[in-house]
């Protein structure tokens, strides 16, 4: 169906979506502008992106290609793609998200605004606010002062969301209250018996078509999950300095600087890592992070994925790593009471044992 689009703008449910969207959301509707989505990804969704990309290009941008495509199938005509190029001073993203504007231009043959702002930090005049007047010049808002209030409106919304998120709340929960301008902070009691340390994008994570559901899964099993959305910036720098890395590619944080945060940690027992094949810079930050985990005697699984996973084998490879978790913290518990004195105990692993 088509609407009318003077005052609405089309976002991808993908790539920079799952980090920026709260800000995104606050920015665009202080100014009166209405946010589209484009649906959550099917498998039809990643079969269109398929059919316009090389094979080589990474399933996250082969996602991103299909939601732009859904987009334009809900006739929305303004269609946010940022180029987002670098982060801070010499931290820079890959190629094809940099590239992303020029690689839907010669992709989509279709008739649409490509709403291309560029951020890089790296460069004068593209910093954050000439990036806003960018994203909403296709609507003639050109008031530098109104483009400022808004932005504050977006960091509001993006605060709220990280707060909930440190605070150890779910990625859906703490977006669903953040966008309704809503703080709450739960006051969680449970106990897990295994910890893991989930280390990948957030668009690999919280992409449920991608990641499988990965979460819900390891919760199931009695696994609770840490991400990097539970660290700050600070925290993910020290753990890049811990396995003595340096911060060059944007996706450090997430990668680099969550592994060696995780790995010091000694409530976790194992990492996950999980990252789209493909993707040179994350192939070799797991490579490095791989190699460090055996410092500090932190198993790690390595997961990789594209459209052709299978569920099944993903979920295999999740319940071994996980029934050997928890084989190696119950022989670990069992020989700290022997070496006291103290009668046997057996913690209950029914839910593995019983698979």
Not at 36 to 56: F, I, M, P, R, W
Not at 263 to 272: M, Q, R, V
Request: hydrophobic content about 40%; charged content about 25%.
């Amino acid at each position: 169906m088509t609407q009318s689009n003077d005052k609405v703008i089309g976002i991808p449910r993908a790539m920079s979506f799952y980090h920026n969207y709260p800000f995104y959301y606050g920015f665009f509707t202080a100014l009166g502008i209405k946010i589209v989505l484009s649906d959550v990804t099917t498998k039809q969704t990643l079969s269109n992106g398929s059919a316009l990309v090389v094979t080589e290009t990474c399933l996250p941008i082969k996602i991103y290609v299909g939601h732009v495509l859904n987009l334009l199938d809900k006739g929305i005509d303004k269609i946010f793609v940022p180029s987002i190029q670098s982060v801070d001073y010499k931290i820079y993203n890959c190629s094809k998200i940099r590239g992303l504007p020029d690689l839907i231009r010669n992709v989509v043959k279709r008739d649409f605004t490509l709403v291309e702002a560029t951020l890089d930090k790296s460069e004068k005049n593209q910093g954050l606010y000439e990036f806003l007047k960018e994203a909403v010049a296709p609507f003639g808002i050109t008031d530098e002062k109104l483009i400022k209030e808004a932005s504050k409106a977006g960091w509001r919304t993006y605060n709220n969301f990280h707060i909930m998120s440190k605070s150890g709340m779910s990625y859906k929960k703490a977006m669903n209250y953040a966008l309704q301008g809503k703080v709450f902070i739960e006051n969680n009691t449970k106990e897990y018996p295994i910890s893991v340390a989930l280390v990948a994008h957030g668009y690999n994570i919280y992409d449920d078509r991608a990641s499988m559901k990965i979460i819900d899964k390891l919760e199931s099993m009695d696994v609770k999950v840490h991400t990097s959305l539970q660290l700050s910036t600070e925290q993910m720098i020290e753990g890049i300095n811990a396995l003595g890395e340096k911060l060059y590619w944007a996706n450090e944080f997430e990668m680099t600087g969550t592994a060696g945060h995780y790995l010091k940690d000694n409530k976790i027992d194992g990492i996950i890592a999980l990252n789209a094949f493909g993707c040179g810079p994350d192939s070799l930050m797991v490579e490095r992070i791989t190699r460090r985990a055996k410092q500090f005697s932190k198993p790690v699984l390595h997961l990789t994925i594209d459209e052709q996973t299978g569920e099944a084998g993903f979920i295999t490879r999740l319940e071994a790593f996980v029934d050997m978790l928890f084989r190696k913290k119950r022989a670990t518990i069992i020989n700290k009471i022997d070496i006291q004195g103290r009668s046997e105990y057996i913690p209950n692993t029914n839910f593995i044992e019983t698979k």
